[in-house]
């Protein structure tokens, strides 16, 4: 009977632990594109110190796939996503704090080698000795949706979709080539950079030509649990402390002013964002 | 190796969700289990015996879609119990638990059937004649026959609902802090090429895994060392 007492007190154990409850009011919580993950999580640090007693936490991953959560109600603050079409589906749908969106970078789209990789340019991904290349998902993956459509402009792509390893983030197709999994891969400019040491970019994307210019939107998603702190972090995102940090992990300024909406862009120094959509 | 505050808050997380699920199993589980080995055979016994068992064969993005279905607002049940009934378990930690309690559901019945199982018929019956309450029957024969058999069905449940990840994936999503349990964080580091990280939750994982098979193994021992004494 000892043990079953004990089993007991146990039971009452697991009681209080379920009684912890994690979620906090003064917490943040930022959906964003996996692309942004090391320059957010500084970014984060830097939230925090200005906002002590404020905690922002991340979840990283496929823009499309975070789309996807927030449309079926998690209970997300901010979204940053690494292409307009997922701001876009999810505006369309009324989940965007209206006047909240905002463009806040931009990035270029590369190929990338493992180091010791032979191929130099486009072209070589052709060639018979790349015989794995990494994208990833375009259904769900913005890095993977601009890197089909260079592929198709360059006329490459029905001879080398064989060839593709699909990953589910941009991390995960970064992680195949720095691994040395794959012959090459095709990544936004700010990912290759973290992984210097084991990938080389040897080629580069045209923006405008070979692809849609690569914008950075991010928004406050309705019925958001702690809506102030969002719109705080929103404008924290465009101010010269947020845009250094992007910058120094190689993220454009508000991305090719001239792909962005007349109405979106966003000016560097206003502290609060106006936006055709606030109109609606 | 990589242990610091924030590698290791998926574990205690993992920890709250699979505990909660015990919490959520453990009634259901019991109730379904006398009745599967001491309740009366009925036309349709063996079907709902089959569905309760699902869950063990069926894969798990099948169970997290079926529950995505029903907690998330796709449906109109799933509607209603988020508008009406304010139920909001998307994306919660209290919705990794569920879908944890559905995968280890079937495993918690099974184990505890047979543990109820070496409870005998005739003892419960000789007890009730010799005029012994129910109370005292559950206090005196039940509990000392089958707890052992109980402890071995938590203890494994526990452990499929810690390593729970296809139906949680599904339901929870992978929220770092949030719902990001163990099997996710692991994912998640494999998936961001964070090596050292996932060599961590790999050998937490495992360890985990073998004390509790180990402590399940001994239990059967010691059940069949009781059978044989007998």
Not at chain 1, 129 to 139: E, G, Q, T, W
Not at chain 1, 171 to 178: D, F, N, P
Not at chain 2, 8 to 31: R, T
Not at chain 2, 186 to 203: M, S
Request: aromatic share 8%; with cysteine.
């Amino acid at each position: 009977m000892k043990t079953f007492h004990q089993t007991m007190a146990l039971a009452a154990c697991f009681a209080t632990i379920m009684a912890i409850e994690p979620a906090r009011s003064d917490e943040i919580l930022v959906s964003a594109a996996a692309s942004l993950t090391d320059a957010f999580n500084d970014i984060g640090k830097a939230y925090s110190a200005a906002h002590p007693g404020t905690v922002v936490r991340f979840n990283y991953g496929a823009s499309g796939a975070l789309q996807q959560q927030i449309m079926l109600g998690a209970p997300v603050d901010v979204f940053a996503s690494a292409s307009p079409k997922e701001m876009d589906a999810l505006d369309a749908a009324k989940r965007l704090d209206p006047g909240t969106r905002v463009n806040f970078a931009g990035n270029r789209l590369v190929l990338i080698v493992p180091s010791g990789g032979a191929a130099t340019h486009w072209a070589d991904l052709r060639a018979p000795s790349v015989r794995r290349i990494a994208i990833s998902n375009p259904d769900s993956v913005p890095s993977g949706r601009y890197a089909k459509e260079t592929l198709t402009k360059r006329g490459l792509w029905t001879a080398v979709e064989p060839k593709m390893v699909l990953g589910e983030n941009v991390r995960q197709t970064l992680t195949y080539v720095a691994g040395g999994n794959v012959d090459a891969g095709i990544v936004f400019a700010t990912d290759a950079q973290i992984e210097k040491r084991r990938v080389k970019i040897v080629d580069e994307a045209a923006t405008g030509k070979d692809h849609s210019a690569i914008v950075y939107p991010v928004a406050v998603i309705t019925r958001s649990p702690n809506s102030s702190g969002a719109r705080q972090f929103v404008s924290f995102l465009i101010t010269p402390a947020a845009q250094a940090i992007l910058e120094r992990y190689g993220f454009a300024r508000s991305a090719g002013s001239s792909a962005i909406k007349p109405g979106l862009s966003v000016p560097h120094r206003k502290p609060i964002v106006r936006s055709s959509a606030s109109k609606r | 190796m990589a242990f610091n505050s924030s590698t290791l808050s998926p574990l205690w997380l993992s920890l709250q969700v699979a505990s909660s699920a015990m919490m959520l199993i453990f009634p259901m589980g019991l109730l379904a289990a006398w009745w599967l080995a001491h309740g009366r055979d009925f036309p349709g016994k063996g079907v709902v015996e089959t569905l309760l068992m699902l869950p063990l064969v069926l894969p798990p993005t099948v169970v997290g879609f079926y529950l995505l279905l029903l907690l998330g607002r796709g449906t109109a049940l799933g509607q209603w119990l988020n508008d009406s009934v304010g139920l909001r378990l998307l994306f919660t930690w209290q919705g990794a638990a569920i879908a944890a309690s559905v995968m280890a559901l079937p495993l918690f019945i099974r184990t505890a059937t047979a543990g109820f199982a070496t409870v005998e018929r005739e003892l419960l019956e000789v007890g009730r004649t010799l005029g012994a309450s129910e109370i005292a029957l559950l206090q005196h024969v039940i509990v000392p026959m089958s707890y052992r058999g109980l402890l071995a069905a938590l203890a494994l449940a526990f452990a499929r609902a810690l390593g729970e990840f296809g139906a949680t994936l599904m339901v929870a999503g992978s929220i770092p802090g949030r719902t990001q349990t163990l099997p996710l964080a692991l994912y998640a580091a494999v998936q961001a090429g964070r090596d050292r990280e996932a060599v961590a939750y790999t050998v937490l994982l495992s360890v985990v895994a073998f004390v509790v098979l180990g402590s399940v193994g001994l239990y059967e021992k010691r059940i069949a060392a009781g059978r044989a004494e007998r």
